[in-house]
C-alpha cells in the first residue's frame, strides 16, 4: 500500500517499467499515466539499480536531523 504522499503505487510503477521496456518513451508514459517524466526517469533508474525491490515503497523520514531538538528540551 502507498504512503499518502505517494503519487504512484507499486502496480502504477510496474506498469511504467513495462511500458518503458515495451519501447515506448518516457514522455509518453508519463503522459499515459499523469506524472512527469522526471518520475518515470526516477523508476526506471530504481528497478535498473535495485530490481523489483527498489519499486516498493520507502519510509520518506529524513535519515538525519542534525539540528534535532535536544533530548533534555524535550523531556
Known sequence: MAHANA???????????????????????????????QTVYKWVRRWRTEGAAGLADRSSRPHRMPRRTSPETVA
Open 7 to 37: 503519487r504512484t503505487t507499486v502496480y502504477a510503477r510496474k506498469l511504467i517499467i513495462a511500458r518503458v521496456l515495451a519501447g515506448h518513451r518516457p514522455g509518453e508514459v508519463a503522459k499515459q499515466l499523469g506524472i512527469s517524466r
